[in-house]
């Protein structure tokens, strides 16, 4: 059997969900046991099923399913689309009826970071929506406690519910040094989390 691993999954159109998730990896490789396995999901087409190639022309591999079967916790970044998932990461959700059926992800922790335009757009909602299908697979949500000092100083995105980036400025990607701290913060509890949980 390999190094246990938190699957760090996401959607992202224009980077902002990735750059999140680099941070949550560093997070997760702080803690000495387990490694982040950075994967995204492809796009999806406007009017029938995309076929994509199987390497990604950039950024982190596709994911597969076993990849989710297999992790020993989970990290799921979606753009707040409309304050709630983008529809290609719950495209890939809703292929994991096996999984649901054979409770593979039973009593694993899981958390959701997201990324949105406006201040009040829908950063909260669209991370309550992510834990509603992983409350469905039996998983452990882990938000980000108020131990953490940034969730109070910040000006920008980071919530209690999950870390979350303010894509507002000129440069959109550029995460705040509160944000990439409540990332960093969020991969360590999930990975912490991750090794409690697997005794
Ligand atoms: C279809 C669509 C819907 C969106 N809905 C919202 C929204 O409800 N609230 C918001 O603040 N931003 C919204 N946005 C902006 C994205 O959430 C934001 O640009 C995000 O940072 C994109 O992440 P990415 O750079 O990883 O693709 C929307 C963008 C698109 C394309």
Known sequence: ?????????FYS??????EMAKHIARGVNSVGGIEAKV???PNVSETCEATTPE???????YATLDELAECSGLAL???SYFGTIAAPLKHFIDQT???WL???LIDKPACGFTSASSMHGGHEQCLHSMMTPLLHHG???TGLPYNNKALLSTTAGGTPYGASHLASNTDEHQLTNDEKSLCEAQGKRIAEMAIKLAK
């Open 1 to 9: 059997m390999g190094t246990p691993y938190v699957l760090i999954l």
């Open 13 to 18: 159109k224009h980077g902002s969900i990735a």
């Open 39 to 41: 994967r995204q999901v």
């Open 55 to 61: 390497i990604p022309d950039e950024g982190s591999p």
């Open 77 to 79: 970044g979606s753009p």
């Open 97 to 99: 009826s096996m999984l």
């Open 102 to 104: 054979t409770g593979r």
């Open 139 to 141: 998983m452990v949500w």
